[in-house]
């Protein structure tokens, strides 16, 4: 319902053992799907069970145990990325280099969605917070929460822009966020 289209390129950063992968691989057309993980053990169970599990070896899918986003080395630029509970699990400024090199991934006009958990009352609010009965976020370490500001400020200066999206029912109500480069802007009907 955003726009993904079989013949795009897709990168998942933190694919782990493709919960959601296997579905991108199945919808893609055959070497599209990129998945990124910084344990290369999972990424080999991966291959071992995974992708036979689901008969979709033949798919192509580009696996890479990637700790720093040096998306370049995947040799790929692209249409679309996802990265779900992946910011909810990393300090600021490993935020910053994910979103720099994905400037870079990117196509003109490609999109990035990213979950976070939100700091709905802003930067000065340092304490921890109850995002569900089953999740406690926190300022400064991991499970991490952000205020939406200062995604904003990250992308200053940038060809990316940032929209906050909002709830898209995780269960632990993780808000969903787009980075967009270049001048495409989301479409009012979520096309």
Same mark, same amino acid.
């Given at each position: 319902?955003?726009?993904?289209?079989?013949?795009? /390129?897709?990168?998942?950063?933190?694919?782990?053992?493709?919960?959601?992968?296997?579905?991108?691989?199945?919808?893609?057309?055959?070497?599209?799907? /990129?998945?990124?993980?910084?344990?290369?053990?999972?990424?080999?169970?991966?291959?071992?069970?995974?992708?036979?599990?689901?008969?979709?070896?033949?798919?192509?899918?580009?696996?890479? !145990?990637?700790?720093?986003?040096?998306?370049?080395?995947?040799?790929?630029?692209?249409? /679309?990325?996802?990265?779900?509970?992946?910011?909810?699990?990393?300090?600021?400024?490993?935020?910053?280099?994910?979103?720099?090199?994905?400037?870079?991934?990117?196509?003109?006009?490609?999109?990035?969605?990213?979950?976070?958990?939100?700091?709905?009352?802003?930067?000065?609010?340092?304490?921890?917070?109850?995002?569900?009965?089953?999740?406690?976020?926190?300022?400064?370490?991991?499970?991490?929460?952000?205020?939406?500001?200062?995604?904003?400020?990250?992308?200053?200066?940038?060809?990316?822009? &940032?929209?906050?999206?909002?709830?898209?029912?995780?269960?632990?109500?993780? &808000?969903?966020?787009?980075?967009?480069?270049?001048?495409?802007?989301?479409?009012? !009907?979520?096309?």
């Amino acid at each position: 319902e955003r726009g993904l289209e079989p013949e795009h /390129y897709l990168l998942d950063v933190g694919c782990g053992p493709l919960r959601g992968g296997i579905r991108f691989i199945q919808y893609l057309e055959t070497g599209h799907y /990129y998945g990124v993980e910084k344990d290369a053990d999972v990424l080999e169970e991966t291959r071992r069970v995974e992708l036979p599990r689901y008969g979709l070896e033949h798919r192509r899918p580009t696996l890479v !145990a990637m700790e720093d986003f040096d998306f370049r080395t995947l040799g790929q630029t692209f249409d /679309y990325a996802i990265a779900q509970s992946v910011f909810t699990h990393l300090p600021l400024n490993n935020i910053i280099r994910c979103l720099m090199r994905m400037e870079d991934a990117l196509n003109e006009g490609g999109r990035f969605y990213a979950t976070i958990w939100e700091n709905p009352t802003g930067k000065r609010n340092l304490d921890d917070i109850c995002q569900s009965e089953l999740k406690v976020t926190h300022f400064d370490s991991d499970s991490f929460h952000y205020d939406f500001p200062t995604f904003e400020w990250i992308v200053e200066g940038t060809s990316l822009s &940032v929209e906050h999206l909002g709830r898209w029912g995780h269960p632990q109500n993780q &808000v969903m966020l787009v980075f967009i480069k270049g001048n495409a802007k989301r479409d009012p !009907a979520g096309a």
